[in-house]
């Protein structure tokens, strides 16, 4: 599988489970019913949200894993230099990396060797950051996540508006108690597709890298 196909198959499977989430809580309120209101959907709006929010998140983690992962191999490989050098300058500079070169050592350093470790250390640390510690799909959770792998996030007002509205969603659903205004269905639906859209460029902006 190429790079492009991993990229488009992980997007997919988001589109898929969207759908999917979709179908089973609010479709059956949409278009919206004047006769319908929040006492017969708030709660399936909620779950709504809340499910597409852990599937957004899980979206950007793995694709930011694969494209740090896929351009250390390349760089491995000696394939693709160009096209990746961005990504691993971004790598290093984020978690501020340097070279230690060893004054003791008496046998002649290689360059390669001195490189290696460093986007060792740096692929550990990443992937602990998307595959251990909690994020959310917020601008500020996204860019430590993207940024780091070279990937520059839409300056789409209205997407990113309703990426920061999906995200508050969910933490108001997800943690108080206290009653609140619910989406409805129609608001619930049309924040998520503004998601897919910010997904689709980064699956776009990912695949780039690899061309």
Not at 158 to 168: C, F, K, T, V
Request: hydrophobic residues 40%.
């Amino acid at each position: 599988m190429t790079e492009k196909e991993k990229f488009e198959a992980l997007y997919r499977a988001l589109k898929d489970e969207i759908n999917e989430l979709e179908k089973q809580f609010i479709e059956a309120f949409i278009p919206a019913d004047p006769n319908v209101g929040p006492d017969q959907y708030g709660h399936l709006v909620k779950a709504y949200c809340i499910l597409c929010h852990a599937a957004f998140e899980e979206y950007f983690e793995e694709l930011a894993f694969e494209v740090m992962n896929l351009t250390i191999k390349h760089w491995f490989n000696k394939t693709n230099k160009v096209k990746s050098t961005e990504t691993l300058i971004t790598l290093v500079c984020y978690y501020g990396l340097k070279l230690e070169i060893d004054d003791n050592d008496s046998q002649p350093d290689l360059v390669f060797d001195y490189l290696r470790n460093l986007f060792k250390e740096a692929q550990q640390k990443f992937s602990k950051y998307t595959k251990v510690e909690n994020h959310g799909i917020s601008i500020k959770y996204l860019k430590k996540l993207l940024l780091p792998v070279a990937i520059d996030i839409k300056r789409d007002a209205i997407l990113l508006n309703s990426l920061q509205q999906l995200a508050s969603e969910r933490g108001a659903y997800a943690h108080k108690r206290v009653s609140q205004k619910i989406l409805t269905p129609d608001d619930a639906k049309n924040i998520v597709e503004d998601c897919l859209k910010l997904c689709e460029d980064v699956k776009e902006k990912a695949i780039a890298q690899f061309q």
